[in-house]
């Protein structure tokens, strides 16, 4: 777990009361699951000032749990890279069960495969190029401009 002034980390199995405060209905929540620190720490590393909360599961079925869970828009990020073959197995089984949201792929996914787990963006390694800010505060953004045409609507 990386725990940062500017960005709040939190864990399914260790809650954080103070990152409860700080999380809010506009604040983009995304569910990751990253079993090697050096990954984590990278993820928070790259969104860190960004209007998001990443928040890390200790397993793949934890991960989809909270995605189900999710009331604002559902947004995964999993180090596909990490995954054993049992892992990739279980990885369909959930994503069928929980089919809609974003899904953002860290490390080597075959084309083949990308359509049947709706993997919608893939950040090849090596990591670090600052494509995973990018790609969320644009989703960020476009969560904004819905929400304003909901208003205006």
Sequence with gaps: MVDRPDVVVTSIE???AASVERIDLFTLRLITYAPRASVQRWIAEELA?????PYFTPSLHAAFEA?????RRRVIIIDYDSLSK????ELRTLRKRVSSGTFI???QVREHLRAPLRVTHVLARPLGSERLRELVDELDRQRDTADRRQLIG
Excluded: N, S
């Design 14 to 16: 260790t809650p954080h």
């Design 105 to 107: 792929a860290l490390g």
């Design 67 to 71: 995605l189900a869970e999710e009331y």
């Design 86 to 89: 049992e892992d990739l197995v």
């Design 49 to 53: 000032g960004l209007r998001c909360v």
